[in-house]
């Protein structure tokens, strides 16, 4: 693989994970407290499973970004493309339901009862969207980043002679 | 001169087989997709039920609500019929195109990028549609008590059982999608140089 080819790879590499740590710091400290009727209310991260899988993969895929920099192009192309396609997979998921649970705790759910929190703890929910609005950089980036080695591989693996 | 020939008969025989076993084995995962996707989408989209509850007692005759939960009142569920059905009808497009428009079309060397492109897009809608319903679902499984949301699941035993089991056929339509992309990527060389000699190792 010559220069031009390997040089978008690694920028937008560097992108992505420059964008999933900031999704992380975002996600992390966020935390807002709310008093209603003399008791206080403590919104964390770490109240909801789907914020916690987030912040996980996001420090995943910070990692192997980090880590897929140094790898040899010409010689485990085709496994850094498999586990690329392994890494979008989680980062769409975990967006996704980060992104479904951020609607429920901004409208809520009157068929099951449950009322919105966005009101009573904004700097939480304001810290969330921006660590969401990363993580979609992200989820972006990566999936340019997984087009863009298929077509790389293609060349390596069709046309080798 | 004779080994040499004797080589590339051999060769030539042994690809042409691996060929058609790929082939076999690429339409049988995308069958199965087919209809763990298919499948997916209408279990979910059946999925309704209607629970009475006891709410107050007015001197002896007690006061009746009916509560009915629909797929249709969580906006997880909605995503999860649509990207199902999205990956259904892209089963059946691939499978129509891999039977019956093998080589009467000519696609200009796209066919592998756009197979492989397709595929990915599908695997994505699906796995984001997948685990927002399984995060949902713990949500109404187990309720929040940081946010003081109560737990569904315990009043709506079987519209909870009937998402869980929509919810994992999706994830097992994406397993076998994901072996279908795999399998294109890496055996694509293999694929279309039926007549060279040097296998196209690593």
């Known amino acids: 693989m010559n220069k031009t080819q390997w040089i978008p790879i690694v920028c937008l590499r560097v992108i992505a994970m ?3 740590f900031v999704a992380t710091l975002l996600m992390v400290t966020s935390h807002d407290s709310a008093k209603v009727l003399g008791m206080t ?3 964390k991260y770490n109240n909801s499973s789907t914020l916690k899988y987030f912040v996980v993969v996001s420090i995943i895929t910070t990692v192997y970004s980090l880590g897929a ?5 010409r010689k485990l192309g085709r496994h850094v493309l498999v586990l690329d396609m392994i890494i979008m997979s989680f980062l769409i998921s975990s967006f996704s339901a980060a992104v479904g649970i951020g609607q429920l705790g901004k409208e809520g759910n009157s068929h099951a009862g449950w009322i919105p929190i966005c009101g009573q ?5 304001h810290h969330v969207t921006a660590s969401l609005i990363a993580g979609f950089v992200a989820v972006i980036i990566y999936f340019l980043l997984v087009l863009y080695s298929l077509n790389n591989v293609l060349n390596l693996v069709a046309f080798k002679a | 001169m004779i080994i040499m020939a004797g080589e590339k ?8 087989r691996w060929r058609v076993t790929i082939s076999m084995v690429v339409i049988l995962l995308r069958v199965l997709a087919l209809f763990a996707t298919a499948a997916a989408t209408i279990v979910m989209a059946l999925n309704k039920e209607k629970h009475t509850f006891a709410v107050a007692t007015i001197g002896n005759t007690p ?3 009916a509560i009915t939960a ?8 909605v995503m999860f019929v ?3 059905g999205v990956a259904t009808l892209h089963s059946l497009f691939m499978l129509s195109m891999l039977c019956f428009v093998r080589d009467k079309y000519d696609f200009k060397g796209l066919r592998f990028l756009t197979a492989a492109a397709l595929d990915m897009v599908t695997i994505a809608v699906v796995s984001g549609a997948a685990t927002a319903v399984a995060f949902m679902g713990e949500v109404a499984r187990n309720g929040n008590s940081h946010a003081r949301w109560n737990k569904v699941c315990d009043n709506f035993e079987r519209y909870c059982d009937q998402g869980s089991g929509a919810m994992l056929a999706s994830y097992i339509g994406i397993l076998f999608l994901m072996l279908v992309n795999m399998l294109n990527i890496f055996e694509y060389g293999r694929l279309i140089n039926p007549s060279s000699n040097n296998p196209l190792a690593a």
């Open chain 1, 18 to 20: 420059v964008s999933t």
């Open chain 1, 41 to 43: 209310f403590q919104a």
């Open chain 1, 69 to 73: 920099l140094f790898v040899p192009p």
């Open chain 1, 121 to 125: 703890v904004p700097k939480f929910c």
């Open chain 2, 9 to 16: 008969v051999a060769d030539g025989r042994s690809i042409r």
């Open chain 2, 63 to 65: 006061v009746k609500i």
């Open chain 2, 70 to 77: 629909k797929f249709q009142h969580t906006p997880a569920n």
């Open chain 2, 82 to 84: 649509i990207a199902n």
